[in-house]
C-alpha cells in the first residue's frame, strides 16, 4: 500500500529541513522525499493511496528509546508502606523487586501494552526493553513481542533479566527464557530482536555468569545495567577482585551487540576497554536524577567514539524531554553552560539511537530520505520562530519538549499506528480501564 503525506515540513534527522514537502511511502519504505512543486507524475500513485494531511505539522524520524522497562508501566501512583530508602540497592529492594515479583501474566502483557501505547503517543517507533517478572517467567518475552510489535505495532527488542537474587531455580528458568526467545530471533526480522538480559555484576555469582558464557550464542548481545550506583563497583572489587566492565570481558560478554546501561561509575580504564569492543551504552538521564545515583560523563564517552544512545530507565516515555535533561543535565553539573551542545545532543539521540536499532533490529532506521524504513512521527507544531536544519534541534527541545507534544500521527514500518491523533486499532479507553484494574491487583498484592 502506498501513502502520501502532503504539505508537511520535514526534517530528515540530519542536515535536511523542507519547509512545504511530501514524503511518498510504500508499504515499508519511504520511496521519495519530494519539495513543493517538485512533480509526482514520475510515482506510480495508485487512487487507493492514502493521503495524509501534514498542514502546521512537523515530520522527524520516529524516536527510539534504546533502555527502557516496560513492566513498570503499572506502578505509576503507587504507594508503598515503609518506602524510606538511602541508597541505591534499597531503592530496588523496597519498590523494584517488590513489584516484579507480584507481577503475573496478565500484568507482564498489560504493562508491555501501556507502556508501548505511551511510547507511541511520544513518537518512539523503537523500544530496547529490559524485562522482569521472577514468578511468571516462561513465555514473558513473547507476550512482550507479541504485545508491542503485533498489537500496537512498533519494534522492539527483548530479554529477560537475569538475577540470582531469586534463587537457582529462577535464574535458571531466566537462562532458558533468553535462550529460548534468542533461538527464535529471525534475522529477516526488523519488527522484533533479542538479547540475553542481566539484572547487574552484583546480583551474579560468577557461576551465574559461566552458565550464561557457556550458553549465550556467539553473535548474540547481552543487556545489562553497569555501575548504576556505586555499591556495583564496590561489591565487584571487594568480591571478585576487579572492576565491573573487565569481568564482563573476562565472561566474553563486551560484544558488540551488548547494551551497557548507564555506566555512572566507571573508571578511565573501563570506558577504554567499552571502546575497543565496541559496546553499546546507555545514558538514562531522568532516572539517574531521580535515582541520585550519579552524572553521567558524557564528554568522556563521547570523545572515545563509543556508541552512546539514550534511554528512559522505564521513567516515561517521553524521549524529546529525556534529551532536553540531558542536555541540561551535564551543563548545571559541569558548570559550563555550553557543554552537551545540539550537535552532541543530535547525535546521541539522531545518529546513535538509530545506530543501534540498525545493530539490533537490522533494520534501516533514523532518517526520512529514500530507501529508509518508514518510521516517521508527525507532531502537531506550528513554530512561532524561524525554523531551518540548523535549529530545529531548539525547536524540538525548546518547543515540543518544551511545551506541549502533540503526535497526531505515527507511522512504523509503513503502517499507521496513530492517525488523527488516534490509535488505528486499539480501543485505547477499553485498555487503560483494563490496565487500572490489572494495576490496583498489582498494588494489592505488594502493599
Same mark, same amino acid.
Given at each position: 500500500?502506498?501513502?502520501?503525506?502532503?504539505?508537511?515540513?520535514?526534517?530528515?534527522?540530519?542536515?535536511?529541513?523542507?519547509?512545504?514537502?511530501?514524503?511518498?511511502?510504500?508499504?515499508?519504505?519511504?520511496?521519495?522525499?519530494?519539495?513543493?512543486?517538485?512533480?509526482?507524475?514520475?510515482?506510480?500513485?495508485?487512487?487507493?493511496?492514502?493521503?495524509?494531511?501534514? !498542514? $502546521?505539522?512537523? +515530520?522527524?524520524? %520516529?524516536?527510539?528509546? =534504546?533502555?527502557?522497562?516496560?513492566?513498570?508501566? &503499572?506502578?505509576?501512583?503507587?504507594?508503598?508502606?515503609?518506602?524510606?530508602?538511602?541508597?541505591?540497592?534499597?531503592?530496588?529492594?523496597?519498590?523494584?523487586?517488590?513489584?516484579?515479583?507480584?507481577?503475573?501474566?496478565?500484568? !507482564? $502483557?498489560?504493562? +508491555?501494552?501501556? %507502556?508501548?501505547?505511551? =511510547?507511541?503517543?511520544?513518537?518512539?517507533?523503537? &523500544?530496547?526493553?529490559?524485562?522482569?517478572?521472577?514468578?511468571?517467567?516462561?513465555?514473558?518475552?513473547?507476550?512482550?513481542?507479541?504485545?508491542?510489535?503485533?498489537?500496537?505495532?512498533?519494534?522492539?527488542?527483548?530479554?529477560?533479566?537475569?538475577?540470582?537474587?531469586?534463587?537457582?531455580?529462577?535464574?535458571?528458568?531466566?537462562?532458558?527464557?533468553?535462550?529460548?526467545?534468542?533461538?527464535?530471533?529471525?534475522?529477516?526480522?526488523?519488527?522484533?530482536?533479542a538479547l540475553f538480559g542481566l539484572h547487574a555484576s552484583f546480583t551474579l555469582s560468577d557461576d551465574s555468569l559461566?552458565?550464561?558464557?557457556?550458553?549465550?550464542?556467539?553473535?548474540?548481545?547481552?543487556?545489562?545495567?553497569?555501575?548504576?550506583?556505586?555499591?556495583?563497583?564496590?561489591?565487584?572489587?571487594?568480591?571478585?577482585?576487579?572492576?565491573?566492565?573487565?569481568?564482563?570481558?573476562?565472561?566474553?560478554?563486551?560484544?558488540?551487540?551488548?547494551?551497557?546501561?548507564?555506566?555512572?561509575?566507571?573508571?578511565?580504564?573501563?570506558?577504554?576497554?567499552?571502546?575497543?569492543?565496541?559496546?553499546?551504552?546507555?545514558?538514562?538521564?531522568?532516572?539517574?536524577?531521580?535515582?541520585?545515583?550519579?552524572?553521567?560523563?558524557?564528554?568522556?564517552?563521547?570523545?572515545?567514539?563509543?556508541?552512546?544512545?539514550?534511554?528512559?530507565?522505564?521513567?516515561?516515555?517521553?524521549?524529546?524531554?529525556?534529551?532536553?535533561?540531558?542536555?541540561?543535565?551535564?551543563?548545571?553539573?559541569?558548570?559550563?553552560?555550553?557543554?552537551?551542545?545540539?550537535?552532541?545532543?543530535?547525535?546521541?539521540?539522531?545518529?546513535?539511537?538509530?545506530?543501534?536499532?540498525?545493530?539490533?533490529?537490522?533494520?534501516?532506521?533514523?532518517?526520512?530520505?529514500?530507501?529508509?524504513?518508514?518510521?516517521?512521527?508527525?507532531?502537531?507544531?506550528?513554530?512561532?520562530?524561524?525554523?531551518?536544519?540548523?535549529?530545529?534541534?531548539?525547536?524540538?527541545?525548546?518547543?515540543?519538549?518544551?511545551?506541549?507534544?502533540?503526535?497526531?500521527?505515527?507511522?512504523?514500518?509503513?503502517?499507521?499506528?496513530?492517525?488523527?491523533?488516534?490509535?488505528?486499532?486499539?480501543?485505547?479507553?477499553?485498555?487503560?480501564?483494563?490496565?487500572?484494574?490489572?494495576?490496583?491487583?498489582?498494588?494489592?498484592?505488594?502493599?
Open positions: 500500500m502506498k501513502r502520501l503525506i502532503e504539505g508537511i515540513r520535514i526534517w530528515d534527522g540530519a542536515d535536511r529541513l523542507i519547509e512545504d514537502g511530501a514524503i511518498l511511502i510504500d508499504g515499508d519504505t519511504i520511496e521519495a522525499v519530494l519539495r513543493h512543486g517538485e512533480a509526482l507524475s514520475s510515482y506510480e500513485l495508485p487512487p487507493s493511496v492514502e493521503r495524509i494531511d501534514g !498542514v $502546521r505539522k512537523l +515530520a522527524i524520524p %520516529g524516536l527510539i528509546n =534504546a533502555h527502557t522497562h516496560l513492566y513498570s508501566s &503499572l506502578a505509576r501512583g503507587m504507594a508503598l508502606p515503609g518506602y524510606s530508602p538511602q541508597t541505591f540497592t534499597q531503592i530496588l529492594e523496597q519498590l523494584w523487586w517488590r513489584l516484579d515479583k507480584a507481577l503475573d501474566a496478565e500484568m !507482564v $502483557r498489560v504493562s +508491555a501494552l501501556v %507502556g508501548a501505547m505511551e =511510547a507511541a503517543r511520544c513518537g518512539v517507533t523503537t &523500544l530496547i526493553d529490559h524485562h522482569a517478572s521472577p514468578h511468571a517467567i516462561p513465555g514473558s518475552l513473547t507476550s512482550l513481542r507479541q504485545a508491542v510489535c503485533e498489537k500496537v505495532g512498533l519494534r522492539g527488542a527483548f530479554c529477560y533479566e537475569l538475577s540470582d537474587r531469586d534463587g537457582t531455580a529462577i535464574r535458571d528458568e531466566g537462562i532458558e527464557e533468553n535462550l529460548e526467545f534468542l533461538s527464535r530471533d529471525d534475522p529477516k526480522d526488523t519488527m522484533s530482536g559461566a552458565k550464561v558464557a557457556e550458553r549465550i550464542p556467539e553473535g548474540a548481545g547481552a543487556h545489562i545495567h553497569v555501575a548504576e550506583g556505586p555499591e556495583d563497583e564496590d561489591q565487584c572489587q571487594t568480591e571478585h577482585g576487579v572492576r565491573i566492565v573487565e569481568r564482563l570481558r573476562r565472561f566474553n560478554l563486551l560484544r558488540e551487540r551488548s547494551v551497557l546501561a548507564h555506566c555512572l561509575h566507571i573508571n578511565e580504564e573501563e570506558k577504554d576497554m567499552v571502546a575497543d569492543s565496541k559496546a553499546i551504552v546507555v545514558h538514562n538521564p531522568r532516572s539517574n536524577m531521580n535515582n541520585a545515583v550519579g552524572v553521567f560523563d558524557m564528554d568522556g564517552f563521547l570523545d572515545r567514539g563509543i556508541t552512546v544512545g539514550l534511554g528512559t530507565d522505564g521513567l516515561g516515555a517521553n524521549m524529546l524531554t529525556e534529551l532536553f535533561t540531558a542536555g541540561i543535565l551535564q551543563k548545571v553539573s559541569t558548570g559550563n553552560s555550553l557543554t552537551a551542545g545540539f550537535g552532541d545532543l543530535q547525535k546521541i539521540m539522531f545518529d546513535n539511537n538509530p545506530q543501534i536499532a540498525s545493530r539490533l533490529l537490522g533494520a534501516q532506521v533514523g532518517r526520512i530520505a529514500p530507501g529508509y524504513e518508514a518510521d516517521i512521527a508527525l507532531f502537531d507544531y506550528n513554530p512561532p520562530t524561524p525554523i531551518d536544519a540548523a535549529n530545529v534541534l531548539g525547536h524540538l527541545l525548546f518547543g515540543i519538549a518544551g511545551h506541549d507534544m502533540r503526535v497526531s500521527d505515527l507511522i512504523v514500518s509503513g503502517r499507521s499506528v496513530i492517525k488523527d491523533g488516534h490509535f488505528t486499532n486499539l480501543d485505547e479507553d477499553a485498555l487503560y480501564a483494563h490496565a487500572r484494574e490489572q494495576a490496583a491487583a498489582l498494588w494489592a498484592r505488594i502493599s
